[in-house]
């Protein structure tokens, strides 16, 4: 009975003592501990990377395109996409896909992919897609926007998509009023883009 009386009095004690020894810790040490966790977390799920989510996804779109779309199609069309129109709506992206499939087709423009969007890129400012000619640089640098383009490009080949231009050609920004649009048929707007037709 007497040795429980002493361990009574003596959890009181240690209680305090815990308490007092848990503030001698300063607060800086703390937060330090869990921001290193917090970066630990973060920096072990960016190693795995937004792109390794998609690639799987898009190397399997890859293998149900058409048989006659080389990587290197595939790849041209995606640029297109992601520089001409990623900070547009998915339609808008998709809009911008299909002008230049329709080009293709067309008997008045190169008949395959990268030579349409890059027709004239040696004149500088004065090419067919902007940015195909402006200097700077044509490697994606934004993940998310470029596995969407693939996304994009992938589904037009794949013709999952409806041609939402009606055939359309050209297209520009709502904020310029180039010459030639005049003689064009305008189909739609999306986004900030309106898009025209060439009638024949």
């Not at 709502?174 to 024949?200: C, M, S």
Request: proline share 5%; aromatic share 12%; hydrophobic share 40%.
């Amino acid at each position: 009975m007497k040795n429980f009386k002493i361990l009574i009095s003596i959890i009181p004690i240690v209680a305090i003592i815990s308490l007092f020894g848990f503030n001698l810790i300063p607060p800086s040490n703390v937060e330090a501990s869990v921001q290193s966790e917090i970066n630990f977390n973060v920096n072990r799920s960016m190693s795995d990377g937004p792109s390794s989510i998609y690639e799987a996804d898009i190397d399997n779109l890859r293998t149900q395109l058409p048989s006659d779309i080389s990587d290197e199609s595939f790849r041209c069309l995606a640029q297109a996409v992601y520089f001409e129109a990623r900070s547009e709506p998915f339609e808008g992206q998709v809009a911008v896909a299909y002008v230049i499939l329709n080009r293709v087709k067309d008997k008045r423009y190169p008949n395959n992919i990268c030579d349409v969007v890059f027709q004239n890129e040696h004149y500088r400012n004065n090419c067919q897609f902007s940015f195909a000619c402006d200097g700077l640089s044509d490697t994606p640098y934004e993940v998310a926007a470029w596995n969407m383009a693939q996304r994009v490009a992938g589904g037009t080949l794949k013709n999952t998509m409806g041609d939402v231009t009606a055939r359309s050609t050209h297209y520009h920004a709502t904020y310029v009023h180039p010459r030639w649009a005049k003689q064009l048929q305008p189909t739609i707007q999306v986004g900030n883009h309106i898009f025209y037709r060439e009638d024949l």
